[in-house]
């Protein structure tokens, strides 16, 4: 099999995913990896805000888009505030010059960063061990994890000749009463938080998991003491005049969220574990299905009104409706395939 550094090419991300930084070794790899932001190419017309735009000559009502909204049109607005004088203090250099201690720290081009981590372990047993030292550390605290590549736990080397040598018989005593103590504290904390560890399986692979009840899950199904509007319905009072008419992209009603949320810790592939929160995320993230506006198309409305006898015509720019694999958001599907490739690589 070739290094580890040569399994993982530089090439094996989706368009939508760049490498941002990478360390690498014959037995360990950290990438660090941006989500680029989809709504920094949507179109103007759709996410600038104005009211009204011009459309092949002619002046048309434009309903926006919902987005997250970019920090890259946060700075670009800033800037422009700064430039007419309505921030007092500032001027648009020194925007910029806030704009690029930030981009040091994380750029705005990404809307999300994720960190992925491979380690090469001497045989296929030490991986299966390092997975199974991720339930350990957490259920029964750090003293009783297994060294990988050895028989023996951690406490038990506090009476190893070698490791005698280097510590005094005081600090020998004092960390055999610390040891117990600090897996007690350990244990209480994560049983505390209502987390349960176990080992399972992801794509077919052993993983480390973290499993722990939804709180959205319990408050979205607690009965509410009112009946729920007719999302198609007219409320008035701020919404817009379409709505309700059957001409916007209309939004699905919400599904359950998961009753739990599950991340893993670590999965093992043959010899290799891989870590991060990449694959922490991964069962958190939206379907690629999850309902979204579209931020590059739109359709265009006439509406008609008689007036006195008169006739007059609105032309409207209306969103269309779409979804995040569509629209280039991150999703659960994509992040998987990903994970996939880097899987199948690793059993090559």
């Not at 199974?132 to 060294?147: H, S």
Request: hydrophobic share 35%; with cysteine; glycine share 6%.
């Amino acid at each position: 099999m070739n290094e580890l550094k040569s399994i993982i090419p530089k090439d094996w991300l989706p368009p939508c995913w760049e490498e941002i930084s990478r360390e690498e070794s014959d037995t360990q790899i950290i990438i660090k990896i941006g989500h680029i932001d989809p709504e920094n190419n949507a179109d103007p017309l759709l996410t600038s805000g104005n009211p009204t735009a011009i459309v092949d000559g002619e002046a048309v009502t434009v309903h926006a888009v919902s987005t997250r909204g970019t920090m890259a049109k946060f700075f670009e607005t800033m800037t422009k505030m700064a430039a007419l004088g309505w921030m007092q203090g500032y001027t648009p250099e020194m925007i910029q010059q806030i704009r690029g201690q930030f981009n040091q720290i994380k750029n705005e081009k990404y809307d999300t960063s994720a960190d992925l981590v491979i380690v090469k372990y001497p045989d296929e047993k030490s991986a299966a061990q390092t997975i199974q030292n991720q339930i350990t550390i957490r259920t029964q605290g750090l003293g009783a994890m297994v060294i990988p590549g050895t028989d023996g736990k951690l406490q038990n080397y506090l009476e190893n000749e070698a490791v005698l040598k280097f510590m005094t018989a005081e600090q020998i005593e004092l960390l055999k009463v610390m040891i117990p103590k600090m897996q007690e504290q350990q244990k209480d904390a994560f049983q505390t938080a209502g987390m349960n560890y176990s080992v399972g399986e992801y794509l077919s692979c052993p993983a480390a998991i973290m499993e722990m009840d939804n709180p959205a899950y319990k408050t979205f199904v607690t009965p509410k003491p009112k009946t729920r509007p007719d999302p198609k319905a007219f409320h008035g009072g701020g919404f817009d005049p379409l709505a309700g008419k059957g001409i916007l992209p209309e939004r699905p009603l919400a599904s359950p969220p998961p009753e739990t949320i599950k991340s893993y810790m670590a999965i093992q592939v043959k010899k290799y574990v891989i870590s991060g929160s990449l694959i922490a995320s991964v069962e958190m993230l939206p379907d690629s299905n999850t309902f979204c506006e579209a931020l590059t198309k739109y359709k265009i409305y006439v509406e008609t009104e008689k007036v006195e006898g008169q006739t007059y015509t609105t032309k409207h720019l209306v969103p269309v409706a779409s979804n995040y694999a569509s629209e280039g958001y991150i999703n659960k599907e994509e992040v998987e395939k990903i994970l996939a490739g880097v899987i199948s690589r690793l059993l090559q």
